[in-house]
């Protein structure tokens, strides 16, 4: 069965801390693609990065990071410097490539991050 | 050119009514979704068209009837409307083939109010 836990539901931090966000998936595929998106107050969402199941190479954009470890099924993703503009709901998905193809996106639960000047 | 839209943004209905939401991508993506968006801000499937061909259908009850005129367009018609059906609703669109290296597009959202 498909499904990704984001354990955290709440994280506040002060502006320039750095903080990271957890994602554990589980499939059954071996070809699969993982995503992460924000959604601002505004309520719209944003995507950030996938990332296909055969590239582990970590990620870096700026102050984000991504941190893909298939032997943990995780998909962590690490702020540097937090400012005020990063206050969101950040959401973890995972679409199967395998049997069906339907492309359904199954989402984390969402963790929101506060982050306090 | 917004990529996906979708119109309206806000819609307040009473229970009891029947509404629309249209969905338009430019994309030439050949796979549409709708999502929904709980109060507690679960973000869940509810329907997938590919080449106007249903081909997800989650557990969503029979008031809800998608329809998919053609591969730009996915709407979503409500019947009978009913508190629990507020929500905020997403239309996404996708390239089958592409869908590791392009991903999703998703509109802007429709936040749904009954009264």
């Known amino acids: 069965a498909q499904k990704v836990t984001q354990a955290q539901t709440e994280i506040s931090v002060v502006e320039k801390e750095d903080v990271t966000l957890d994602c554990v998936y589980e499939t059954r595929d071996t070809t699969y693609y993982l995503f992460w998106y924000k959604q601002p107050p505004s309520g719209e969402l944003v995507f950030l990065i996938r990332r296909n199941s055969f590239d582990e190479q970590n990620e870096i954009s700026g102050r984000y990071s991504w941190n893909f470890q298939k032997s943990t099924s995780s998909f962590n993703f690490t702020i540097t410097a937090s400012q005020v503009v990063d206050s969101a709901v950040y959401f973890c998905?995972?679409?199967?490539?395998?049997?069906?193809?339907?492309?359904?996106?199954?989402f984390g639960q969402g963790t929101t991050l506060q982050v306090k000047p | 050119d917004t990529a996906v839209s979708q119109t309206p943004k806000y819609l307040v209905t009473q229970m009891g009514n029947d509404k629309s939401i249209k969905c338009e991508q430019n994309l030439g993506h050949d796979t549409m979704y709708w999502y929904k968006q709980d109060s507690k801000k679960f973000l869940k499937i509810m329907f997938s068209?590919?080449?106007?061909?249903?081909?997800i259908n989650e557990t969503v009850p029979n008031r809800f009837s998608p329809k998919s005129p053609d591969k730009a367009h996915l709407n979503l018609h409500i019947n009978s409307l009913e508190l629990g059906d507020s929500a905020v609703y997403f239309c996404?669109?996708?390239?089958?083939?592409?869908?590791?290296?392009?991903?999703?597009?998703f509109g802007s959202g429709t936040r749904l109010t009954v009264v």
């Open positions: 068209y590919n080449n106007k061909e249903l081909i």
């Open positions: 998905a995972l679409s199967e490539a395998g049997s069906g193809n339907t492309g359904k996106l199954i």
């Open positions: 996404a669109s996708s390239q089958r083939q592409d869908r590791g290296l392009a991903g999703y597009t």
